[in-house]
């Protein structure tokens, strides 16, 4: 079967740095997205690896091992207004979509 | 532009009824896919259509369907309805539904089945 694994729930502090991990077993690989959603709210594009790596874009930067089947999203300087879930999804060989179960990242001041 | 729109919000119905939500999305957008949310589920894939086409289809019964208008405009029908179909729907467009595209959310709409 196909698989996305992602804590269900992190805590970080203010300023601080949390990196969020997400495993995949899916027959085979085309991409990996991040999505942010925060409660009641619609999910949001942060980023797209499809080659191995480090993409940064500000705040946030996403990695990819292809080879691992693994990928981390990286939030530094964080803001109360970062309280939200984080949603990793696999294209799998069927140009599919398969998504994680999304981590709730808890902000505290 | 506008987002990507989804109606009713909140919807509230009882087993055995079915209920129709609508989707429009961003103009231009050809692609829509549909989604259900629950907790700890994450999102799962109902169906993707393209110009009036379904392309694509997620591991749901026969009870949800949908179709697409030729203005890109999307609908999901559910019809029997069970106590485990309550969730959030989303719609989720992108102009043509590759892999690499990113998909824009609606807001999604809730559904109660009591």
């Known amino acids: 079967g196909q698989n996305i694994d992602q804590p269900t729930e992190m805590t970080a502090t203010e300023g601080a740095i949390v990196q969020i991990n997400c495993t995949y077993q899916t027959s085979g690989f085309n991409g990996l997205f991040w999505y942010q959603q925060h409660a009641g709210e619609a999910p949001t594009f942060l980023s797209y690896?499809?080659l191995d790596g480090l993409e940064e874009k500000g705040r946030f930067s996403s990695f990819l091992s292809r080879s691992k089947g693994y990928s981390y999203l990286h939030l530094k300087e964080l803001q109360m207004k970062d309280s939200a879930s984080y949603l990793c999804?696999?294209?799998?060989?069927?140009?599919?979509?398969?998504w994680g179960a999304g981590t709730k990242l808890i902000i505290k001041p | 532009k506008a987002g990507v729109t989804q109606t009713p919000r909140y919807l509230i119905k009882t087993r055995g009824q079915q209920v129709t939500l609508s989707c429009s999305p961003i103009s231009g957008h050809r692609s829509v896919s549909w989604y259900q949310q629950t907790p700890g589920q994450g999102l799962q894939f109902l169906f993707e259509y393209f110009s009036e086409t379904q392309r694509n289809k997620g591991n749901f019964p026969g009870r949800f369907s949908g179709r697409q208008f030729s203005n890109s405009r999307s609908e999901m029908n559910v019809s029997t309805l069970e106590l485990g179909d309550s969730a959030l729907y989303l719609c989720?467009?992108?102009?043509?539904?590759?892999?690499?595209?990113?998909?824009?959310f609606g807001p999604g709409t809730r559904l109660l089945v009591l």
């Open positions: 690896n499809v």
């Open positions: 999804a696999v294209t799998d060989s069927n140009y599919q979509l398969i």
């Open positions: 989720a467009s992108s102009l043509i539904g590759t892999h690499q595209e990113t998909q824009y």
